[in-house]
């Protein structure tokens, strides 16, 4: 499933090619996505102007003229830029066009969306309740200290709760918590300040080093460009389980978490 780093990597991807342009038509060759696409929307956005791209946790927002359109990728959805005359394949499902150039989205399992969002695209129930952004200013040790406490869930489960911070997707929790020698079991209550500091720390590096990278390809990820993304190479534990620790050499353990694949070494992480 596209995480955080994978959407971060499709936005840059796609927004210097269309930003400041008008849509020219939006074509719609299978709209029963998660929620289906309104017949109508195509003739409501043709000819505004897309002013802002940015993205919200894993949403990416295309905002126009009169209002939003708000993209999930799904479990296996991608967004490129190609040129328009690129003829489609099986499981491409609409293309935002933008002249010679569009966006087009390819999902083969169909468990993205495309909405329309009319005035503050932040209040829509998808984007209202979710946590800060985990490269932001607002996501600190004092912030994550102070929502850890009293906290008996697993810190695992609990940095990959959206309310508390968004786009800590399985992969980037288990790297981050081996960086940090957090066991992913332990209560998010028993997190020292110090263990604070070290997790947040280590969430904006992993996060930030698989954006830098292009994304984790583990199935059939491609960014906005169409290439594949690299961090897979860089994975510590993930995927490693029963391989030595690349830290103490002793064999990574997994467990299953919420049917979650959790790896960590019991000597390194406490």
């Not at 099986?90 to 002249?99: C, I, K, M, N, Y």
């Not at 906290?151 to 790297?175: C, L, P, T």
């Not at 209550?189 to 992993?206: A, H, M, P, Q, Y």
């Not at 979650?260 to 070494?265: A, D, K």
Request: charged fraction near 25%; glycine fraction near 8%; include cysteine.
């Amino acid at each position: 499933m596209p995480e955080l780093p994978e959407v971060e990597t499709t936005l840059r991807g796609i927004a210097p090619h269309v930003l400041g342009r008008k849509l020219s038509a939006l074509v719609v060759r299978q709209p029963r996505l998660r929620w289906p696409i309104p017949e109508e929307l195509g003739a409501q956005i043709t000819g505004q102007k897309l002013v802002n791209a940015y993205r919200r946790g894993k949403y990416l927002l295309l905002e126009f003229t009169t209002g939003t359109a708000l993209i999930h990728l799904g479990m296996s959805g991608s967004l490129r830029i190609v040129d328009a005359k690129t003829p489609p394949l099986t499981h491409d499902h609409f293309d935002l066009v933008f002249g010679s150039t569009l966006i087009r989205y390819c999902d083969p399992r169909r468990f993205g969306c495309l909405l329309w969002v009319e005035g503050d695209a932040h209040q829509h129930a998808l984007l209202a309740h979710l946590g800060p952004e985990p490269l932001s200013d607002e996501f600190t040790a004092d912030y994550l200290y102070a929502r850890t406490r009293k906290r008996s869930q697993a810190i695992k489960q609990f940095i990959m709760d959206s309310k508390i911070v968004v786009g800590v997707g399985n992969i980037y929790a288990n790297e981050s918590l081996f960086m940090a020698r957090i066991k992913p079991i332990r209560k998010a209550g028993s997190l020292t300040r110090k263990d604070c500091e070290n997790l947040v720390r280590d969430i904006r590096f992993v996060l930030e080093r698989s954006i830098t990278q292009g994304g984790t390809t583990l199935r059939d990820f491609v960014g906005g460009d169409g290439k594949p993304g690299y961090f897979k190479q860089q994975l510590l534990v993930y995927g490693r389980s029963g391989q030595p620790c690349v830290e103490c050499g002793k064999t990574l353990k997994e467990v299953r978490m919420n049917d979650r694949t959790t790896v960590y070494c019991v000597d390194c992480q406490r």
